[in-house]
């Protein structure tokens, strides 16, 4: 091995070591297996990489509840303007909720079922309805 100093250090002394060339040349000649002299194990290397398995999120009901106040076409508006339906489908989850007490407005992952919840119950306070909607595991 040489000495070799190093260029624009901050101290005088110190060095880099080198391997000098015949050094370099002798490793590659015992690591090349077809050289007399070398062994014969392989310079590759295998990788496995296991693909992370990602589970379904969690899916939750987006439920409006009965009362005896607010009015059905405030029910059906609720549904067309929140949960993206049509006419006749709001008509039908309103007389839903109407005969049965509870209706199932659509099933979301839970961030999304979340902020439907609280846009229902904001917009229904807003225009003073006591209009109940809820969420549940499904």
Same mark, same amino acid.
């Given at each position: 091995?040489?000495?070799? /100093?190093?260029?624009?250090?901050? +101290?005088? +002394?110190?060095?880099?070591?080198? =391997?000098?060339?015949?050094?370099?040349?002798?490793?590659?000649?015992?690591?090349?297996?077809?050289? /007399?002299?070398?062994?014969? &194990?392989?310079?590759?290397?295998?990788? %496995?990489?296991?693909?992370?398995?990602?589970? &379904? =999120?969690?899916?939750?009901?987006?439920?409006?509840?009965?009362?005896?106040?607010? =009015?059905?076409?405030?029910?059906?508006?609720?549904?067309? &303007?929140?949960?993206?339906?049509?006419?006749?489908?709001?008509?039908?989850?309103?007389?839903?909720? +109407?005969?049965?007490?509870?209706?199932?407005?659509g099933v979301f %992952?839970?961030?999304?079922?979340?902020?439907?919840?609280?846009?229902?119950?904001?917009?229904?306070?807003? +225009?003073?309805? /006591?209009?109940?909607?809820?969420?549940?595991?499904?």
């Amino acid at each position: 091995m040489t000495d070799v /100093p190093m260029r624009g250090t901050a +101290h005088p +002394h110190t060095r880099v070591i080198r =391997p000098s060339l015949a050094a370099a040349r002798s490793a590659a000649v015992a690591s090349d297996p077809g050289s /007399p002299g070398g062994d014969d &194990r392989s310079n590759t290397a295998i990788i %496995t990489r296991t693909k992370p398995k990602t589970k &379904r =999120p969690s899916l939750y009901r987006v439920l409006l509840l009965n009362d005896d106040y607010t =009015p059905m076409e405030f029910v059906v508006l609720v549904v067309e &303007r929140f949960f993206n339906k049509t006419q006749e489908d709001a008509y039908q989850i309103m007389m839903h909720v +109407h005969q049965n007490g509870v209706g199932e407005c659509g099933v979301f %992952t839970y961030e999304v079922a979340e902020t439907k919840v609280t846009q229902v119950m904001d917009f229904a306070r807003k +225009h003073q309805h /006591p209009l109940q909607c809820v969420m549940e595991k499904k």
